[in-house]
C-alpha cells in the first residue's frame, strides 16, 4: 500500500513560496504545472501529472491505475514502497490523497511510457530531474539541516547573540508548519499577510505596521528579526497555538482558518498579558536588532542587550511604562 503522510513524525518539511506547481526558473516549461510537495528534503511530484505530461493521456488516473495493476515484480517493488500521498488540490479546487514520488521514482516510473512528444521534449525533462540528483539543490530546495544551519551561521556572521538565533530557529520551523498547514487546509500565499497581521494583532496587542513603528524600523524590515527573545518565543506560542487548533478543528477554507488564527491569537494575547502582570515585563519592546546585536570590538564581542537606560527607549530590563504592549 502507498505510504502516507498522516503520521506526526513524517510530517513534510514547508518552504515559503515553494510549493505545488512550482518550479525553479532552470526547471522546463512543462513542469510548471505538476504539482509537487517538499517532503524529508526532496521534491514529491505528483504521478499522475508526471503521466500526462509524458503520455498526453487525457485519462491519467485511469492510466495509472491500470499501469500498477500490470506492473512487473521490480516496479510493484517500487511502488509498494515508494509512492507517498499528500492531499494535492485537484481541478475542482478540493484538497485529494494523490500519489507523489521523488525523482529517483519518477524516472523509474516513466522511463518506458510511450510518448506523443518529440524526443527532445522528453528528454529536456528527464535530464533536468536527473540534474536535481546530482547539484546542490538550490536555496529555497535546502535540506532542512542545511537551511538552517546555514540561516545560523548568517545570523551569528551578523553578530546576533547564540540565545537569539536559536529562538529565531525555532520560530522559523513553526512558522513554516504553520504555512504549510494553511495552503493544505486552502489559503493562498496572497492570504498569508492578512492572516499573519491578524495572529500579531491579537498576540501583541498591534498589527504588524505599528509593531514596527514602536520599533522604529521600515516597513519593509523583518519584524522577527528585531524581535527579542521575549518576543519570539510569543510568536512561536501564537503560531504554534494557530496549528493546534487547525489540526484539531480540520479547518478547511479560508473562513474556518481566520477563526482559528483569531482564536489562538486571542489565547496567546491572554497568556502575555498574565505574563506582563505576573513579572512587570512588557513582552512588546521598542528595541530592534542595533540593540542586541553583539557589537565586535578589539579582541572581544561587546553584549549590546540590555543598552543603557534611556527614558524614551524602555526595554525588558526597564520598568514597566505601566502601559499594555509598549
Known amino acids: 500500500m502507498p505510504a502516507s503522510n498522516q503520521n506526526d513524525d513524517e510530517k513534510q518539511e514547508s518552504l515559503p513560496a515553494q510549493q505545488e506547481g512550482e518550479e525553479s526558473q532552470d526547471a522546463p516549461a512543462p513542469l510548471l504545472n505538476v504539482r509537487r510537495r517538499w517532503y524529508r528534503g526532496e521534491w514529491y511530484y505528483a504521478v499522475v501529472d508526471m503521466i500526462a505530461l509524458f503520455t498526453g ?21 517500487v511502488l509498494d514502497t515508494q509512492i507517498v500521498q499528500f492531499r494535492l488540490k485537484a481541478a475542482d479546487n478540493r484538497f485529494r490523497l494523490t500519489d507523489t514520488a521523488n525523482r529517483e521514482t519518477i524516472l523509474r516510473i516513466v522511463q518506458d511510457l510511450p510518448s506523443k512528444h518529440p524526443t527532445d521534449y522528453v528528454e529536456s525533462i528527464k535530464l533536468w530531474l536527473a540534474k536535481l540528483g546530482e547539484e546542490r539543490l538550490e536555496e529555497g530546495e535546502l535540506s532542512p539541516e542545511e537551511d538552517f544551519e546555514k540561516l545560523r551561521e548568517d545570523y551569528v556572521g551578523k553578530g ?75 510568536s512561536s506560542l501564537a503560531s504554534a497555538t494557530a496549528i493546534e487548533y487547525h489540526q484539531r478543528n480540520d479547518s478547511q477554507g479560508l473562513e474556518e482558518i481566520g ?49 543603557p537606560k534611556k527614558p524614551e527607549q524602555p526595554t525588558l530590563f526597564d520598568e514597566p511604562s505601566g502601559e499594555e504592549g509598549q
Open 57 to 77: 493521456s487525457s485519462s491519467p488516473y485511469d492510466y495509472w491505475r491500470k499501469m500498477k495493476a500490470r506492473a512487473d515484480p521490480g516496479l510493484r517493488a
Open 160 to 234: 546576533y547573540p547564540a540565545a537569539w538565533v536559536e529562538e529565531r530557529l525555532k520560530y522559523r520551523i513553526i512558522r513554516n508548519e504553520l504555512t504549510f498547514e494553511w495552503r493544505e487546509r486552502g489559503a493562498e500565499d496572497s492570504d498569508f499577510p492578512v492572516l499573519t497581521n491578524e495572529l500579531t494583532k491579537r498576540t501583541f496587542g498591534l498589527p504588524v505596521k505599528a509593531y514596527k513603528r514602536v520599533k522604529l524600523i521600515s516597513e519593509r524590515a523583518n519584524l522577527q528579526d528585531n524581535m527579542t527573545p521575549t518576543e519570539l518565543a510569543f
Open 259 to 307: 477563526r482559528d488564527v483569531r482564536e489562538a491569537g486571542d489565547k496567546t494575547g491572554e497568556v502575555r498579558k498574565f505574563y506582563e502582570k505576573s513579572t512587570g515585563i512588557s513582552v512588546v519592546s521598542s528595541q530592534n536588532a542595533r540593540d542586541f546585536k553583539q557589537v565586535k570590538g578589539g579582541t572581544a564581542q561587546q553584549l549590546a542587550l540590555p543598552p
